[in-house]
């Protein structure tokens, strides 16, 4: 029998439109999904809103989201009418001439900007047709850093209205194996906690955030308009070895942090600005938390204090050990703290990198720390000369922490003195909490574990920084490189450094730690001129290769013809966002498709097309494979294709459904040589080795092993680092199962159906979107087969399931 399923079956999983019932808004956000994957602590995150416009005009839509201070923007795109617009990431001054172009004609363009202490907002709009649908995509990046003792994933959500199909994806990967793992953040709270669910298994964890449109609105941080808050995921590693973990495909990732070494004690300064512009709330709470880092030194500890206004005032001239009455009596010394006068900031972090100086102590740690909230006003005012000078008396010889009070502080003055002088620096927010942000940063800092410390790798090019002046209990140093001629037999980690006891896919990570370390470089004021311009034009080279939004980069936002195109920027800490005219950070620029608009080359997610295949296929359809090494790709024979399957470290097949515009009868999932789980409508068969498990479809909430999580009619199957969704539909009476791809596994070497299906590619017949439980539907074209595969459809059939 010729079966119409042959021509339905893979446009559902390319279409993402959900039909609800029109509300009182001019358009409605039907869906918005976060897909967050961490792998070895570097975390890429999509966000996915679809929206849709239920007027009988053309209408401006928006869409804005919230992203962590700390990641890349990798890639912005709008799918609109079939067509796909992708942003481009362009050099800074190239991107500044079509800002300026936009301005002239008195049109507003547009920044990523900050917002609050950690994130920063991207905003953009598109005019979508009437009764016409857009979807949004976003993608960052993000290396997250280890803090007293944890890494911490931000995930922020604001949809701007309550969603009908909300959902957040979160899958944690860590080899090393996962030491805790916590769920916090504002969306976690008690009226929210049966829409979490958290699974872990020894190296890996699964967290998802479903929760259903009331829930949307009465939660803490919820409302008429939606949600406003954050999940956030606080978890470590274990660390069994104690030169650290290092993982290695041609690029090497070392994360080194011993955590069983005995504290070294410390010597360190505090320099306190007591200026005017400190008055009131800022210097009750830098009392209050000088009061308490005073208690928190150890016995061991030596330290000095230092308040300066227009003068500087030690409270000794020298370093005193941290016995209980010489910590009254300091104490004592920061209750009288007065705020008045100007800000000496020259003289004041020179007397205290002269009592650092004039006191050595063997097998101790020294530091500086800066608490100022203005510019220098009095003394040495030029910043390029106190910089210098800074330097000069420090020599390398100990790091400098500087702590940026408020708004008023010039940050990047404060930011190049610490960063050349290998410290950092923070900036403290003027809040109710300011002192327990002050008290944050020290404890950061307040135990040293290592000083002097230097990463060697034999056999390994282009690193990152690698020697590091101090290293503090629960933080980690990070290193990435390139191994050799790819040759991991001579390639060599050694660590040295100074202790109580002596001590003797990873391209993106590289890249952003090569990028940090490039801006760090050309931010000293050791370099200038040629070699200064050496080191940012590497830093650009980075940034544009693996199209990241940076400093030094900017994102086009491209639209469909007769719309205005945005042009990105990643904005400065503490920047406010520009716009030219008003508060509408909406660019109106000119820009047409020949400037720089084209289509999807592919789909991250993995959605297929449904009319697509002739009416004489056979049933049997290879949905994706990936291989275990650089084999040779398939030919277009079937005995070709079934050799490759048995070398296939991952498969997975499908056998189509009897039934008219239906689905997938049987889904095979085979991973490796021992592991395969088959679907059919009925249940789940899971065979590992010897041992055969099976479930029923509604067991919800299941784990099996770190494999395969059920949700009542969704199953979660996760094959190295390959994740897909199986999905259980019923029509017409009929049962039947869907595939989608929600991470597609590293490397070029992956085949199958969901690999070639674009999505630039819609049609204009009755279709549903199977590839999420809600089954919207939209009109769309009918097209070839090879012209959405790109292949004849013959080569991705296989004999057997």
């Known amino acids: 029998m010729v079966r119409a399923v042959a021509q339905s079956i893979l446009l559902g999983l390319l279409l993402a439109f959900v039909t609800t019932a029109p509300n009182k808004e001019d358009w409605d956000i039907y869906s918005f999904h976060i897909n967050s994957t961490v792998t070895s602590r570097y975390a890429i995150t999509v966000i ?39 942003g481009i990431v362009k050099a800074k001054e190239e991107a500044q001439q079509q800002y300026n172009e936009a301005v002239s004609r008195g049109q507003s363009a547009g920044l990523v900007s900050s917002v609050g202490r950690t994130l920063e907002e991207f905003k953009t709009s598109v005019t979508v047709a009437a009764l016409q649908k857009v979807t949004f995509e976003l993608t960052y990046e993000e290396l997250l850093i280890r803090r007293l003792g944890k890494y911490e994933l931000q995930i922020h959500a604001r949809p701007m209205q309550p969603v009908k199909d909300f959902k957040i994806d979160i899958h944690i990967n860590e080899k090393a194996g996962i030491n805790f793992l916590e769920v916090k953040g504002g969306l976690s709270t008690k009226t929210l906690a049966n829409a979490i669910t958290k699974t872990q298994t020894h190296d890996q964890a699964w967290v998802y955030f479903y929760p259903t449109e009331d829930q949307q609105k009465i939660c803490d941080s919820c409302g008429e308009q939606g949600m406003n808050g954050d999940l956030v995921i606080v978890y470590d590693v274990l660390r069994s070895n104690p030169l650290g973990e290092i993982k290695s495909d041609g ?86 703290i007065r705020d008045s006068g100007a800000t000496n900031i020259n003289d004041a972090v020179l007397e205290g990198a002269r009592m650092l100086n004039e006191y050595t102590r063997e097998g101790s740690a020294s530091l500086l720390i800066l608490l100022t909230d203005g510019d220098p006003t009095t003394g040495v005012t030029n910043i390029q000369k106190i910089q210098s000078n800074v330097r000069e008396a420090i020599d390398k010889k100990f790091p400098l922490y500087c702590l940026g009070f408020g708004f008023d502080v010039n940050f990047e003055f404060l930011e190049k003195m610490a960063l050349e002088n290998s410290g950092v620096a923070r900036r403290i927010y003027e809040d109710f909490d300011a002192d327990l942000q002050l008290r944050g940063f020290y404890e950061e800092v307040a135990t040293p574990l290592l000083t002097d410390v230097m990463m060697i790798y034999i056999g390994g090019t282009n690193l990152t920084q690698t020697n590091f002046s101090q290293y503090y209990n629960g933080s980690e140093i990070v290193v990435a490189g390139q191994i050799t001629d790819n040759s991991i037999e001579t390639f060599s980690p050694q660590v040295v450094a100074i202790s109580v006891r002596t001590v003797p896919h990873f391209s993106h990570v590289w890249y ?138 991952l498969s997975v097949n499908g056998e189509l459904d009897s039934t008219a515009y239906s689905g997938f009868r049987k889904i095979a999932i085979h991973y490796k040589s021992d592991q395969h789980i088959e679907f059919d409508t009925t249940g789940i068969t899971v065979r590992d080795g010897q041992s055969v498990k099976f479930f029923h479809w509604g067991q919800d909430h299941t784990s099996v092993g770190r494999c395969l999580i059920m949700r009542d009619k969704e199953t979660d199957v996760s094959a190295g680092d390959a994740r897909m969704i199986i999905l259980l539909h019923e029509r017409k009476g009929e049962k039947f199962l869907w595939p989608a791809m929600r991470q597609f596994p590293s490397g070029n070497s992956t085949d199958g159906l969901l690999k070639w299906a674009f999505l630039s590619f819609l049609c204009r017949a009755d279709a549903v979107d199977y590839s999420i439980s809600a089954t919207p539907s939209q009109q769309c074209w009918l097209v070839l087969p090879r012209s959405v595969l790109q292949r004849e459809l013959s080569d991705f059939i296989v004999t057997q399931l």
């Not at 007027?55 to 700390?70: A, S, Y």
């Not at 010489?326 to 010394?333: E, G, I, P, S, V």
Request: glycine content about 6%.
């Open 48 to 86: 996915t809103s679809r929206v849709v416009n239920r007027m009988d005009e053309p209408k401006e839509i928006e869409f804005h989201v919230r992203i962590p201070k700390n990641a890349f923007i990798s890639k912005f795109r709008m799918l609109i009418d079939g067509q796909m617009y992708d």
């Open 251 to 336: 690029y090497f990732v070392h994360h080194f942090a011993p955590g069983d070494l005995p504290r070294i004690p410390k010597n360190v300064v505090f320099i306190i600005d007591r200026s005017g512009s400190m008055h009131g709330r800022k210097i009750e709470q830098t009392r209050a938390a000088l009061l308490q880092i005073l208690g928190d030194l150890a016995e061991d500890d030596y330290f000095g204090l230092i308040t300066f206004n227009g003068n500087i005032s030690p409270w000794k001239r020298e370093l005193l050990q941290a016995t209980q009455s010489n910590l009254d009596a300091a104490k004592d010394f920061a209750r009288k």
């Open 512 to 649: 952003n730690l090569s990028f940090k370390h490039c801006m760090y470089l050309s931010n000293r004021l050791q370099l200038a001129g040629a070699e200064k311009m050496k080191v940012r034009k590497e830093a650009l080279e980075l940034s544009l290769k693996y199209s990241f939004v940076t400093p030094l980069t900017s994102m086009v936002v491209t639209k469909p013809p007769g719309e205005d195109t945005q042009v990105l920027h990643k904005p400065k800490e503490g920047e406010e966002p520009q716009t030219s005219h008003g508060s509408r950070p909406f660019v109106r620029g000119g820009l047409r498709a020949s400037s720089g608009m084209r289509k999807a080359s592919g789909s991250r997610q993995g959605k297929m097309h449904p009319q697509l295949m002739s009416k004489f296929m056979p049933e049997t359809f290879l949905i994706v494979q990936r291989h275990a090494h650089s084999l040779q790709q398939a030919g277009r024979q079937t005995k070709n294709r079934q050799q490759a399957i048995i070398k296939a470290e």
